[in-house]
């Protein structure tokens, strides 16, 4: 729930006179509106009710001429009913093809986190601008008397052009944040927007507006603060960075892009954190928290918003007539487009992916149906010709998205290639550009502990341990090249630094001596040690966490800061996170601790402020002020060690420090809930079983080794990684069919993770080829659930050597299982002899397996 100490004052002070009983509850009575006029059939219940003449009312600049309207009315008369619908919806480049843009006449595509050009999200970005430039061919192709509509192509370029290889990546936004610096905003934005249009993009899903209240929210990152004020005061530069000041001038004219405001609304409320759950909160709350940097968005005609995931109250809000028509587009006057989530319709009630007429009734006027566009495509030309969607809502829809092709200049910029900026690769990652990042880091940087070794002497003896440390991916987090931001090494980061790199360079051209030993080891005593750590990266619902803690295996680098101390060695500890987490640990072992949230590119940031110039003092002073309140343990709404706005300066000399209790006052690891299976061992509450796979005989594995259905089944101790940390499955053939399982009392709901690119992974080594192939299922809720699917890269898997096998979750949803209630995610079935060894089951993303099995995911 909402603590009034992270509120700016004038929202706390607003809160707090309105007094109590001012919930939603005391809210109703008041006249409801049009709110829900549109949907009077199923009244929403009084706490999801909106009251838009409680909202502010908010002027959209002018950015078309009468002259570009007239164009639009124009346009509007004459297309076809086909050509309409098309427009708004939204494919993703994984699943279309500029030949089906051509035929349904689609008016937007865009490429999710783990999509590229021909399957590769990796590809080079000369693959992109030829991508982008068939895309537009293919919509201008239209037979003789139809009106030709430009494609709009979105991406999401969340932390500059992040998808692309070889592009400035920029710190997320909770590092700008802790920045303070509305003016560094814009040129970020500035930045970003010619990296886009270099590629041939025109549209970013960018910024995010969330406000977290709760950072066990694995996006909380992506928000800028838990303050509303500060949020508020940084979207109107980033909109100006990408899109320019509003105008009536073309955006593609000079070197922008469109905007988008996301998730709106109340993304960054959810009850415990949970992405895509519900914001059980009063419309007090929800206005004047997470409402308030939709004001100025709109005041900088911010071209789109993206709806939210998420719920208020119970109401997902891709389907809140009263929020996005009445409040949004009504009292504050919002004139560009709405389109929704990645299937975010789906979650609709009454709805699902393949059609969602509710959605269009409550005011968006786009859909993002990555794969479902098809099926979805005829399900809405359907329902408008026979009235379930009223024509004048399609016209209205159609309108806003083609006002922001015609405020992006798309009708008369040609194709992708010709337009300014195109094809000039040298702009990704520019030396400038990188300076933009490189002083975005030093700024975010937050000093929160230091007795006196910083700043350090760079012509001194230096090592640097810790896991992070050389690590860009990991410094850059999720939404870095893929969508989760796992799997990526340093060599797919051309021209970026890791903060290793940042401090052997101020080292060595200083004349000192810096060594990287993960570990900590070292040949010569160094004078001191930098020990980089923290979190991996993560996204959307992965990394969702159960407390505020780091996972057990990221806390290593701490048992090194303590043995370097204990040898004498001062230590400074650099933690890249994309949260406040518990570390009371750390913060005690290290002389001085430094926040780096998740630098991005330009890890050099880093090293620009820990050290020192020649004279002995600062290069740079540390300038970052916590966006958020620390935690004093991994308990949320626990008490706070360092408050909102908390940062030391140079100036402010060494501290000293009272060593902190280190209990985490919680009893989890910090998991979060997506490892089933380690080092051959289940994780709580999870269990091994091997059965008979028609029922019967069972047998539950808690020691090894073990034998199960009479013999027929042996289960043995094996390494992999370290001694024992994996299980050898040695089965005999049986007509009864064997079933390896791992399995839970309480089943998990994994359709959020369906709906992604989530996979089951599996680390398995084939002993011995399979005499039969292997299938796959899931068990929900005690049953078999679906029918199993046959995994053929299994018997493929070389014999020896250990892989990780990735099946996608849809795969089981293609085959019939119903994936809300999962009670064994894995659930391995033979009715021939097998051997084999497991070492860890969890769910991961693409880039982290090392085969994926082939499915029908439909
Ligand atoms: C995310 C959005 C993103 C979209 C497209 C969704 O799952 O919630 O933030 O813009 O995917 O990748
Ligand atoms: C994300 C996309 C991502 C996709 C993977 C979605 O939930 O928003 O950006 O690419 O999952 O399938």
Not at 143 to 167: C, F
Not at 300 to 312: H, L, R, Y
Not at 572 to 587: D, F, I, K, Q, S
Not at 762 to 768: E, H, I, S
């Amino acid at each position: 729930m909402l603590s009034k100490t992270l509120l700016s004052t004038a929202a706390a002070a607003a809160l707090a006179t309105a007094g109590p009983g001012t919930g939603s509850g005391a809210e109703t009575g008041a006249e409801t509106g049009a709110a829900d006029a549109g949907e009077s059939a199923q009244a929403l219940p009084p706490e999801a009710t909106v009251h838009p003449e409680r909202w502010p009312e908010v002027a959209f600049p002018v950015v078309l001429t009468a002259q570009d309207e007239a164009e639009v009315q124009d346009l509007l008369a004459r297309m076809t009913l086909e050509q309409k619908v098309g427009q708004i919806i939204q494919a993703d480049i994984a699943s279309v093809t500029p030949a089906e843009v051509r035929e349904y006449r689609l008016g937007s595509v865009l490429n999710g986190g783990n999509s590229g050009p021909g399957g590769n999200d990796l590809a080079p970005p000369q693959d992109w601008l030829a991508l982008a430039d068939a895309f537009h061919e293919a919509s201008m192709d239209v037979p003789a008397g139809e009106p030709a509509i430009p494609i709009v192509w979105g991406t999401d370029a969340v932390h500059g052009h992040s998808n692309i290889v070889g592009a400035t990546i920029f710190p997320h936004n909770i590092g700008l944040g802790a920045a303070r610096d509305p003016e560094l905003i814009e040129r970020i934005g500035r930045v970003t927007a010619v990296e886009i249009r270099v590629t041939g993009q025109e549209w970013t899903f960018a910024p995010t507006v969330a406000v977290p209240q709760d950072f066990r929210w694995g996006r909380a990152y992506e928000g800028y603060s838990s303050d509303p004020a500060l949020v508020a005061a940084y979207v109107g530069s980033m909109i100006r960075g990408l899109q320019g000041p509003p105008s009536t001038a073309r955006i593609l004219a000079g070197p922008h892009v469109a905007a988008s405001t996301k998730h709106y609304l109340a993304d960054g409320a959810t009850t415990d954190g949970k992405d895509q759950g519900d914001a059980a909160i009063s419309e007090l709350e929800l206005r004047l928290v997470h409402g308030a940097p939709y004001i100025p968005a709109i005041e900088n005609g911010v071209a789109t918003v993206m709806t939210s995931f998420s719920s208020w109250n119970g109401v997902k809000l891709s389907a809140h007539r009263g929020l996005v028509t009445d409040v949004l587009k009504g009292r504050m006057n919002f004139g560009g487009l709405v389109v929704t989530d990645w299937n975010a319709h789906g979650q609709v009630a009454g709805c699902t992916n393949a059609s969602c007429p509710k959605a269009v009734a409550a005011g968006i006027d786009m859909f993002m149906a990555p794969d479902s566009w098809r099926s979805l495509y005829r399900s809405t030309l359907a329902q408008v010709r026979d009235g379930t969607i009223p024509m004048e809502r399609l016209d209205d829809a159609v309108a806003r998205v083609l006002r922001v092709k015609q405020r992006l200049g798309l009708f008369e910029m040609g194709k992708p290639s010709q337009r300014p900026l195109s094809g000039q690769y040298e702009l990704l990652g520019a030396a400038d550009h990188r300076a933009v990042a490189r002083e975005a880091v030093r700024k975010s940087l937050v000093m929160l502990k230091n007795t006196g070794v910083l700043p350090l002497k760079p012509d001194a003896r230096i090592l640097v341990a810790g896991d992070a440390a050389d690590d860009i991916a990991r410094q850059s987090g999720g939404w870095t090249l893929s969508w989760q931001g796992t799997g990526l090494d340093n060599s797919l980061f051309p021209g970026a630094t890791s903060i290793w790199d940042g401090i052997e360079s101020a080292v060595t051209s200083a004349g000192g001596h810096a060594e990287l030993s993960v570990e900590g080891d070292y040949g010569q005593r160094p004078d001191a040690a930098i020990v980089v750590f923290g979190e991996t990266p993560y996204a959307e619902f992965q990394g969702d966490i159960a407390s505020l803690q780091l996972r057990p295996e990221l806390r290593r680098p701490i048992e090194t800061m303590r043995k370097l101390r204990a040898q004498g060695i001062p230590v400074v500890a650099v933690m890249v996170t994309g949260r406040p987490l518990y570390v009371n640990e750390a913060l005690n072992a290290a002389d001085a601790f430094v926040t780096a949230w998740l630098p991005g590119s330009e890890g050099g940031g880093v090293a620009d402020v820990l050290f020192a110039g020649e004279d002995g003092a600062p290069r740079h002073d540390f300038r970052g002020l916590l966006p958020a309140a620390w935690p004093a343990t991994a308990r949320h709404g626990g008490p706070t060690l360092f408050p909102f706005g908390y940062g030391l300066r140079y100036a402010d000399g060494p501290r000293p420090w009272a060593p902190l209790a280190e209990d985490s006052g919680v009893t989890d690891d910090g998991g979060n809930g997506g490892v089933f299976f380690e080092r051959g061992v289940p994780a709580s509450a999870w269990s091994l079983t091997v059965t008979r796979a028609d029922g019967g005989d069972s047998l539950r594995v808690t020691t090894v080794p073990a034998e199960a259905l009479s013999g027929r089944v042996r289960i043995a101790a094996t390494d992999h990684e370290v001694q024992e940390g994996a299980r050898s499955f040695t089965i005999a053939a049986d007509p009864a069919g064997t079933a390896i399982e791992l399995g839970t009392f309480d089943p998990i709901d994994l359709t959020r993770q369906t709906n992604g690119d989530v996979l089951l992974l599996a680390t398995v080594r084939l002993d011995a080829p399979l005499a039969q192939p292997l299938d796959m299922a899931v068990r929900c809720e005690g049953q078999e659930c679906g029918t199993p699917v046959a995994i053929d890269a299994f018997s493929a898997l070389p014999t020896g050597e250990w892989r990780t096998l990735g099946v996608p979750l849809k795969c089981f949803r293609a085959a019939g299982a119903d994936m809300a209630g999962i009670s064994a995610p894995f659930r391995l079935v033979t009715d021939g002899a097998a051997r084999f060894s497991l070492a860890r089951v969890a769910l991961g993303s693409l880039s982290e397996a090392d085969v994926v099995a082939g499915c029908s995911t439909d």
